[in-house]
């Protein structure tokens, strides 16, 4: 799981879905199925970075179906992860419309980078959908959550985000 997860961040995406099918099988094979989920999960997120999304998405059902039973605690990554690929295939509404509960499930859990990428997905899908002022002051709250946490990648991201939106919004009113 963690070499498929190291493939993937390489861009080995043929090679982390290899991984990911082979953990599965094991995982199974040994009565694990949180771990066979988290799998799963991996390898509809490679299908997603690959294009796939009806893949990704089913991966992404089925992983979240088994997170539900056996560790609810990871829910709200599989909701941000979903929310990624139904904003790959345009569908920028529903995109938005899970990932308030994953935001105030990341703030309760403490995990603030995570957060501060749902917040992040959140502006994205946002601005997709129209929303160009409500999507600036979502990247605006990302970016500060990623300033305090002393990440500057991610929070150039959150701005360049914010800027877009900002524009957007300049844009629409001309």
Known sequence: LNR?????????IAAARADSRRCE???????????????????GYCDLL?????AA???LERAEATYREHIPGIVPIAEV?????????????EAAAGLESAIEAFRAQRLSQDRAEAEL???????????????AARARQAQQHFQARGNETWAALAELTRARADFAA???RA
């Open 121 to 135: 997905t959140l502006a994205q899908a946002l601005a997709t959908a129209g929303k160009p002022a409500e999507a």
């Open 50 to 54: 690959l294009g796939n999304i009806p």
């Open 25 to 43: 099988q094991i995982a199974r094979a040994c009565g694990d199925p949180a771990l066979a989920a988290k799998a799963v999960h991996n390898r």
């Open 81 to 93: 992860d979903r929310a990624r690929a139904l904003l790959a295939a345009g569908l920028a509404d």
């Open 170 to 172: 300049l844009t629409d």
């Open 4 to 12: 498929c997860g190291l493939r993937m961040a390489a861009g080995q």
């Open 57 to 59: 998405l089913d991966a």
